[in-house]
């Protein structure tokens, strides 16, 4: 027994006069060096910062490349959609009672160059990262929910969001003035026009500072109402059902702003009198209301679908114009491949926008410019193994008088995480 004691006492001695340096080591001992690892992968890591509440990190990236030709010069540029730009969330919520609950979201775009925003002179329109969502909320199953803070107004998507065909966030939208190109000007014989995307100043109701309400849903119907930014409020219903393998989705909304102050401020929208190249001097920001629709139906078993929405938007100031725009799209939605599903559509739409009734140009004054007109095919490849969206496209825009088409030619993709 003896000698065995003394052979393990040596061993041991001898085991622990010989430890190897590894590069790992940071001077301390073993445990001081994983605790040290360990804080630095909590600096680094997203996190609840309290056990109660939930936090979920999520997002998309969706960027594209599109080629352009407006009649007189073509080009092809790359950047961030503006249909649905990449951005990433924080969402939390927390259990109150077997009732209640509470949340937040903060929301942040992140845009490389916006493709909605560049033109013949500029391959990068806009660039950087916007706010858009910093809200918390407080949800009742029976009583609904309020929210407080920069998010949504009731009225916003109304257009763009309504879709069952698998196109509207990536190539296509209710919001044509967020297609790629859209800023992009009319040129012909009188020279360089208005953009496309003034012509169709669809626009969306957006974001603001607002305290917003929203029913619980009854029977697919859910009531929305909010408040905000000194002077602005909108209204909206929605519906959203399934009858024998229909699927139908609808929305109405009503908003008004009378934040501007004649200065610009809030939402108000831009009509300007003269639109001449050049001139910004007549620009005036106005005081409006509006009226927005649109809806949706899907027959599962073909995937057949069919999708449209409407616009109506009027000024206070007698010197405002009145703006009419309405879209239809329809193709089939269907799962062709093992990938995930195909979606294949044409769209066509229509604006009359009177604030290009008359429009001048090195002296010459054409009439009748407030009419115009898009169209194109569009076709979707969902990946669902990856939350992945890839899209190819064309449209054309088009505006009455002694104009060039614009054509565009688009494709990218949409991954979410």
Known sequence: ????????????????????????????DCCADLEERVD?????????????????????????????DNGQESNAYVGTSGFSSSRFRFLGSAQIN??????YLIEVEVVSAQVNRTDQHDDDGSIGTNLRH???????????????????????????????????GTAAQGNIDAAPGAALRFTGAGGSYFRASQLFAVGDVDRANIIRYDTPSIAGFVLSADWGEDDMWSVALRYAGEFNGIKI??????????????????????????????DSGDRIYGDYNEIRASGAILHTPTGLFAEGGYVHREFDDT?????????VRAGIYQKFFAL????????????SNDTYKSYEVDDDVFKDLSDGRHFGINLVQDIDSAAMNIFLGWRRFEADGPTDSIDTIYSGARIQF
């Open 40 to 68: 630095e992968l909590e600096a680094t890591t997203a996190r609840k910062g309290k056990r109660k509440v939930s936090l979920t990190v999520s997002g998309q990236v969706n960027e594209l490349v599109y080629w352009w």
């Open 98 to 103: 077997a009732d209640w609950s509470a949340g």
């Open 249 to 278: 989705a609808a929305a109405v909304g009503y908003f008004e702003d009378h934040d501007c102050n004649g200065a610009g401020g809030g939402k108000c929208a831009l009509y300007n009198d003269d639109l001449s190249p050049g």
């Open 134 to 168: 910093s809200m918390w909320y407080l949800q009742s199953k029976t009583l609904g929910k309020i929210s407080v803070g920069h998010t949504s107004h009731a009225a916003d998507d109304i257009t763009s969001s309504v879709c069952l065909g698998g196109v509207c």
């Open 319 to 327: 010197n405002g114009h009145d703006f009419n725009y309405w879209f």
């Open 340 to 351: 995930g599903k195909t979606s294949i559509s044409g769209e066509y739409g229509s604006v």
């Open 1 to 28: 027994m003896k000698v065995k004691s003394i052979a393990a006492a040596a061993l041991l001695v001898a085991s622990t006069a010989w430890t190897p340096a590894y590069s790992a080591d940071l001077g301390g």
